[in-house]
């Protein structure tokens, strides 16, 4: 079955820090990849997508490529903000030819940026 | 635009009653919406899928009789947890699927409701 792994939080980081969030993925369809974000208290938020080998989804300087090769799909984000504390999730949907599929998440990554 | 609703945002309950989940997206009409649950500290976990106008598909291990689910129109989906026992006590999701180009979907998540079952 399909299945997402996404590194253990949290992570703590300075201001202005680099960032990197791995995930992996196994799936046996054609996934896309996908990074939502949930702020305390807050419902999940999509954050970027990626649809297929080599593209890159980006927004609010966050970037992740779809790495085919790796089965990758990690999330950067050169300059953090301490508003960026939040947990992330990396997820895929696994379209098999009959529309997709519900997702299917990694754990959640708990980020917290320190001022 | 792509906005999903959910109510009541918490609910306390006894054990025994039956309680009911509003999930509704408001500017776009939905005929898959999904629900899920989440655990303290850990990941949401597919529970089934709500199709409009037809039966839901439950995942493997949720019951179906115990979580019910009506997707009455292409605006609206209703969980009803029922006979409620204190383990059912979680945070319950659920989001409406919006069709994009080239057969590539993205979900759009409601802000989640906290149930605890006393």
């Known amino acids: 079955g399909d299945s997402v792994t996404q590194m253990e939080g949290p992570v703590t980081l300075s201001e202005e820090a680099f960032l990197t969030i791995n995930c992996t993925y196994t799936?046996?369809?054609?996934?896309?990849l996908f990074w939502y974000v949930q702020y305390p208290g807050e419902g999940l938020q999509l954050l970027l997508k990626?649809?297929?080998?080599?593209d890159k989804g980006s927004n609010k300087g966050f970037e992740a490529t779809y790495r085919k090769e790796t089965t990758s799909f990690h999330l950067e984000k050169g300059s953090v903000q301490v508003s960026d504390s939040a947990v992330y999730f990396c997820a895929l949907s696994d379209w098999k030819g009959g529309g997709a599929d519900g997702l299917t998440f990694g754990k959640g990554t708990h980020l917290i940026i320190q001022p | 635009g792509a906005v999903v609703s959910q109510h009541p945002s918490r609910v306390i309950c006894k054990s025994g009653t039956s309680v009911k989940i509003e999930c509704r997206s408001l500017?776009?009409?939905?005929?898959?919406m999904f629900w899920y649950r989440q655990f303290p500290k850990q990941s949401l976990m597919l529970m089934a899928t709500s199709n409009e106008g037809s039966k839901a598909t439950y995942e493997q291990g949720v019951e179906k009789d115990k979580f019910l689910i009506n997707h009455a129109s292409l605006t609206l989906s209703t969980l009803t947890v029922t006979s409620a026992h204190p383990e059912d006590s979680s945070f319950y999701i659920c989001?409406?699927?919006?069709?994009?180009?080239?057969?590539?979907?993205?979900?759009?998540f409601g802000p989640g409701t906290r149930l605890t079952v006393l």
């Open positions: 500017d776009f009409q939905a005929t898959t």
């Open positions: 799936a046996t369809g054609y996934p896309s």
């Open positions: 990626a649809t297929k080998a080599d």
């Open positions: 989001s409406a699927r919006l069709p994009g180009w080239g057969g590539v979907d993205t979900q759009y």
